[in-house]
């Protein structure tokens, strides 16, 4: 094989010439595997690995050697996968959380990351647990904790802020609705176990410094910065915009505008993240080009860059997006002072392998997964692209180019967008055109008014600079988000579609880099595959059975019965129904792919109430034909009858023991649906009752057998 060939072929699949992509496939398999297997999967892991060592040991001894022949490179590339695919099952087992907590009834923790609003009076906060207080005393612990703050008026958190918090940590709560965004399974792969919902009077200040200094120091920093942005800003917010392109902070934004420019497929230019570090390393690399001409001008140019990359990531707080990012840049940067061939995309392996080793769930992690995807589609399809079509004049190359990039970053992130976010963008490319320059440009302007702080005068003028900027941004992409069908979406597809997908852009990459037309064609044969398959998954969701779920919330009991792409959701026990904006109709229609919800309500009949307390009633609800008994704790009824009344479902709400008891000696029911903890649940089946539980807490939705 020729040089060229061989370059080809390492631009193509980073695969043959590149090992460090395939180790990084395995090892993500390894983990895939090791989450989707049963528990004891921690025994087949260590079987796993050790049938992989000796196996590995036998494949390259020489008896082995001589016998094989020539199929031995073959058995030593399977051995390869499998060692890593091993890797990273047992790196997965190795740190997993088995950890549980003691009863506690305070805790002591720092603030990690403010996430900022999340309603009017309301902040969502990571915090970082120190103490715990239980029945023997304060307790060093160590763990992060989601904090929901309410009701707190214009108070705000600091990242390293230190708070007593006067509250039990609980478990983050399953999803209750089917289809509803599982925060559990999501916080727990960030390594957030636990969620606590604070007022204004459950917590009060440690008043205790950050105790690593590196980390205070940069949000010191960030915190100055962005102070004196919004002193220097024409506007709020101005403040607010260039606080976000700069420095990541994006909490005080107005929704509705981050809404347009989500429509409008450019809200990455407001996150600071993998694709962001990227622009300003390209940025980077143009503009101090210069220093490669002198002696040891290439190890100047980047140690350069490095620095500066690591000093951007300080004063953007040392976030885990960019810290993620610079690291893969930096790794990428060091390749290039080696000069080591096809090193861009295995360097990004390389430093996704790192990250892996130091965390393993950041395979889940889907800004990571969007930023690896954006940096691998630049090194993958930009040159190739940008080479398609030359221009001679300046202003026509420097579209082109800005064109090139994005065209390149969204081929390998749509895919995932679509997935993920069910929407598309459609005129990404347009907005892109205009929104990337004027970020980058506003974002050179925010450095030149922070450089130009203590000159007032200037700085004013950079305001004013900054003030059009935004306004034209803006204005521009209300406009874009305002077009007619500015954005598709409701895009369902299954997991086994993202795997056709990818075959499409592999092809579609080989035809750019190639030029070979057999390769077009089969990448257009995966897009067939993909939409006759989207197409056939659309004639099952529109045929689909009909099937009946119950389901619990904090406040109410459901029933929803799903027919093909249609849903009716009915309420029992209220006297409300639910909207179409509501988190329970939305869940519904995401999880399950419908297009069509309708709500209703079922007031029942009060069959027992309690004349101190009107939420002790007991209620009767008839629906499908099944008779639902709501059990509160105060039932009163004649239980000397001969013949006990029949209910389907006997729902316990708030009542006790006793009042199960004595409700149990007039009522029969063919189920007993409960929402109780395993330690209510075992006091129960110790009493050795017969009748069928359904636990709610362990599931909160169930199927369930209607007329």
């Known amino acids: 094989m020729n040089l060229t060939r061989l370059q080809l072929r390492s631009q193509v699949f980073q695969w043959t010439t590149n090992p460090l992509l395939q180790a990084l496939c395995f090892l993500v ?209 101005d403040g607010f915009m260039l606080s976000a392109l700069l420095l990541g902070i994006r909490r005080k934004i107005d929704p509705e505008l981050k809404s347009a420019y989500s429509a409008a497929g450019v809200t990455h230019i407001l996150a600071v993240s993998g694709m962001h570090v990227g622009l300003i390393f390209v940025f980077l690399t143009t503009i101090l080009g210069w220093v490669k001409r002198f002696q040891y001008g290439q190890t100047a140019f980047s140690v350069m860059v490095i620095g500066l990359l690591w000093l951007y990531a300080m004063v953007t707080g040392l976030s885990p997006s960019v810290l993620r990012a610079v690291t893969i840049f930096t790794i990428i940067q060091i390749g290039e002072l080696l000069k080591k061939p096809g090193l861009p995309i295995n360097g990004l392996c390389l430093g996704t392998i790192i990250l892996f080793l130091l965390d393993v769930e950041i395979v889940y992690d889907v800004g990571y997964q969007l930023s690896f995807a954006a940096v691998y589609g630049i090194l993958s399809f930009d040159k190739p ?75 004013h003028g950079v305001a004013w600079v900054i003030h059009f900027l935004i306004f034209c941004l803006n204005q521009f992409v209300l406009w874009i988000a305002g077009l007619p069908f500015s954005t598709l979406d409701q895009i369902y597809i299954p997991n086994w579609a993202i795997f056709l997908l990818l075959g499409f852009l592999v092809f579609l990459q080989l035809w750019i880099l190639r030029t070979n037309y057999k390769m077009l064609v089969y990448s257009l044969f995966f897009l067939l595959l993909y939409s006759i398959g989207i197409l056939g998954y659309q004639i099952y969701l529109w045929k689909r059975p009909q099937v009946n779920y119950a389901f619990r919330t904090k406040k109410d009991w459901m029933i929803a019965r799903l027919q093909g792409r249609t849903a009716q959701l009915t309420l029992l026990a209220s006297d409300t129904s639910k909207g179409q904006n509501s988190f329970e109709i939305k869940s519904l229609r995401e999880g399950f792919h419908l297009h069509q919800i309708s709500s209703f309500c079922k007031k029942g009949i009060i069959i027992s109430q309690s004349k101190k307390d009107d939420k002790k009633k007991s209620i009767l609800v008839v629906e499908s034909g099944k008779r639902f008994l709501f059990l509160g704790n105060y039932l009163k009824m004649d239980t000397t009858v001969q013949q006990k009344l029949p209910v389907d479902f006997l729902i316990v709400q ?38 069928k539980v359904v636990n709610f807490r362990a599931n909160r939705f169930q199927t369930v057998a209607l007329n």
């Open 29 to 237: 398999l390894g983990k895939v595997v090791f989450d989707s297997l049963s528990p004891g999967i921690e025994i087949i892991t260590l079987c796993f690995l050790l049938l992989v060592l000796f196996g590995s040991m036998l494949i390259w001894s020489d008896w082995f050697v001589e016998k094989s022949g020539k199929s031995i490179q073959i058995l030593r590339q399977i051995s390869f996968w499998l060692s890593f695919a091993g890797i990273g099952m047992g790196l997965a087992a190795f740190q997993s959380d088995t950890q549980t907590i003691p009863a506690n009834t305070s805790f002591l923790c720092r603030i990690d990351e403010n996430f900022g609003n999340n309603g009017p009076e309301k902040i969502r906060c990571q915090a970082f647990v120190e103490k715990i207080k239980t029945n023997k005393g304060w307790q060093n612990y160590d763990g992060k904790v989601l904090l929901q703050f309410s009701g707190i008026g214009n108070q705000t958190f600091q990242n390293g802020d230190r708070i007593l918090v006067g509250k039990e940590l609980s478990e983050i709560e399953k999803p209750s609705i089917p289809g509803q965004f599982d925060a559990k399974k999501y916080y727990n792969r960030k390594g957030i176990g636990f969620q606590v919902f604070v007022s204004a009077n459950d917590f009060s200040s440690a008043g205790q410094p950050y105790p690593n200094r590196l980390v205070y120091f940069s949000h010191q920093i960030r915190f100055w910065m962005e102070n004196k942005i919004n002193q220097l800003s024409i506007e709020q917010d």
């Open 385 to 459: 692209i940008k080479e398609l079509v030359s221009f001679k004049n300046k202003v026509l190359r420097f579209f082109w180019e800005s064109t090139s990039i994005t065209i390149s970053a969204t081929l390998a992130t749509f895919p995932l967008i679509v997935y993920y976010f069910h929407q598309f963008p459609v005129y990404f490319l347009m907005a892109n055109l205009v929104a990337v320059p004027v970020s980058n440009g506003l974002i050179y302007c925010g450095i030149a008014l922070i450089l130009t702080s203590f000159l007032p005068g200037l700085a």
């Open 654 to 691: 708030q009542a006790g023991f006793k009042t199960i008891e004595n409700a149990l000696k007039g009522i029969e029911p063919k189920e007993i649906w409960v929402d109780w903890n395993e330690r209510t649940l075992k006091n129960w089946s110790d009493l050795n009752h017969s009748y």
